[in-house]
């Protein structure tokens, strides 16, 4: 590990109700086919790109005017359209497609191509859109839980596209990976996030990590599976560094509280 390498600044400056408008702030956002989490309507709200990942569209037409129960569904569910819905399609029910086609909603169906997953195909469109030249974040929401299977290509996905920042997120916390081939630093909302948190070296064992800001910090820790694996470990403050051989998934929890509306 050298010390030359450069540093990758990590913010969750996202879950703020109000987010700094440069371009280090923005993301797009990609809906799969899981519960939404609480904060759906605000990373909705500040996405500069809004795509549903096939099955991802039923939830957003069926879950999100759940988070405003005082106001009439339908306005809600033509307030919260996707620009973007791509997948196999063969989740999505036919009424929910029909309305947001009738809304002007962009509808790129892949059934043809059963060797990616749903969120790759959402990754790539995102790719090689113009928010890509903006070195955009792309967060994506239902990516955890349910079947472990969906959950570990999910994680793959991570590691098929290593120079693009993807976040994934559930209601309790979030993952990203941490490529080696720089120094991280990892800046916290102590009121949005942790204590609990996690550095997992998923694909190859790690000879040597180091952290600072941990509770229980590495000092060039081999972490392998079958060996050590730093889980349930906690953050101190609000800066955490990680410099690592390998690639390795970081995680932390978030808090639960109802501050995460726009």
Known sequence: MSSMEEVMIHSSSFLLPSIP????SAYAIVVLNQNLPRFTPLLWEH???RLCADGGANRIYDE?????PHEDALLIRNRYKPDVIKGDMDSIRPDVLNFYVS???KVIDESHDQD???LDKCILFIRDSTLNQESCRILATGALGGRFDHEAGNLNVLYRYPDTRIILLSDDCLIQLL???HRHEIRVQPSLQGPH???IPIGAPSAKTTTTGLQWDLNNTEMRFGGLVSTSNMVKGEKITV???SDLLWTISIKKQDSTRP
């Open 21 to 24: 408008a440069d371009k280090a």
């Open 47 to 49: 996405a500069k790109l």
């Open 64 to 68: 999100l005017p759940l988070f405003f």
């Open 103 to 105: 809304l002007g909603t």
């Open 116 to 118: 990616t997953t749903d």
């Open 179 to 181: 490529p080696k081939t």
């Open 197 to 199: 948190c996690g550095l």
């Open 243 to 245: 410099e690592s051989d």
